[in-house]
């Protein structure tokens, strides 16, 4: 897995989405179920899986005729660093105020709330 992080933009993180949840897939793959919700064309989207190989964000395997590509960074490393990165630019570090802003204008379900009350206490139980 690579390290380094580059951020994905809006139509790389699309695609990134796709490759994680279908795994593997070929261009016209990840075309047909972009195509589901947004209308785009093949070759966007064969560019834009052209550049995030050279960005390291997928690889391609071209060993056969239809090239398969795979997302080179997993989901939950991926959600981290941008997290990380929106935590520090926007609430500045204070992930309180993230989750005050955040429980402030989502109304959240019961089971949203059991399950945050269930992290807070294994953060609370870690100390």
Same mark, same amino acid.
């Given at each position: ?28 793959? &990840?075309?047909?179920?972009?195509? #589901? ?7 966007? @989207?064969?560019? $834009? ?9 997928? @690889? ?5 005729? @239809?090239? &398969? ?12 660093? $941008? ?23 989502? @109304?959240?379900?019961?089971?949203? $709330?059991?399950?945050? #009350? #269930? $992290? ?8």
């Amino acid at each position: 897995m690579n390290t380094h992080h580059t951020r994905p933009t809006e139509s790389e993180l699309q695609i990134l989405q796709v490759l994680w949840d279908r795994g593997p897939s070929t261009v016209r793959e &990840v075309n047909d179920e972009i195509n #589901k919700t947004k209308e785009t064309g093949y070759t966007t @989207t064969l560019k $834009l899986m052209q550049i995030m190989v050279d960005k390291s964000l997928v @690889t391609r395997d071209t060993s056969s005729r @239809t090239h &398969v590509y795979v997302a080179n960074l997993s989901e939950v490393d991926t959600q981290r660093h $941008l997290l990380k990165d929106f935590l520090k630019t926007t609430f500045k570090g204070s992930a309180m105020s993230l989750v005050m802003q955040t429980l402030g204008s989502h @109304t959240a379900s019961k089971e949203e $709330l059991a399950e945050i #009350k #269930k $992290l807070i206490t294994k953060l609370e139980n870690q100390k």
